[in-house]
């Protein structure tokens, strides 16, 4: 039994010629199926527009390499895969905070000697400008990919800065904490 295709693939290569108008009418016929998958893997959540613009967003970039129309909706299938993966390694949800915003406050208020106070200032001197600017935009909310694109970083490089700059606050506060007893 023979399944109709959902995109024409003259269609597809337009739009890998650069037709705006091409792409845009493959995003029309595409939303519906993948707003359906999404839902069916995460429910009806806020998450769900964005894994399909994130799904998108993949298709867009990806679309000049497709050697083959006709696996246009494989390539998206993939994509949505992907990013349902991503959705449940914690890219969408709260654990993208390895480090939030309040963590230092929270660290602070349950140190075992709760009446020395932590310099803070002192700790957070102790880093460059430029990790110092990746934390505030941490605690700001921005994401890694984010952080990575304004600062022309790589966003595992800005992983990796937070991580260090974490690790060295800990130890220089941990440091303040138990060394003023």
Known sequence: MSRNRLIDAALVRQAQDGDEVAFEAIVRQLDPMLRAWFVSRVGQRAEVDDLVQNTLLRLHRGLPDLHDPHRLEAFVMRAA???TQDY??????????LAGPDALSRWSETAPDAGVRIDAERALGLLSEK???ILEMREYGYRYAEIARSLDMTEAAVKMQ???ALRKLRKALGESA????
Not at 178 to 181: E, F, H, K, P, T
């Open 162 to 164: 937070v991580k260090r």
């Open 81 to 83: 895969v992907f990013e």
């Open 178 to 181: 138990g060394g003023d007893a």
């Open 131 to 133: 990790v110092r600017t």
């Open 88 to 97: 449940y390694r914690g890219r969408y949800g709260p654990r993208e905070h």
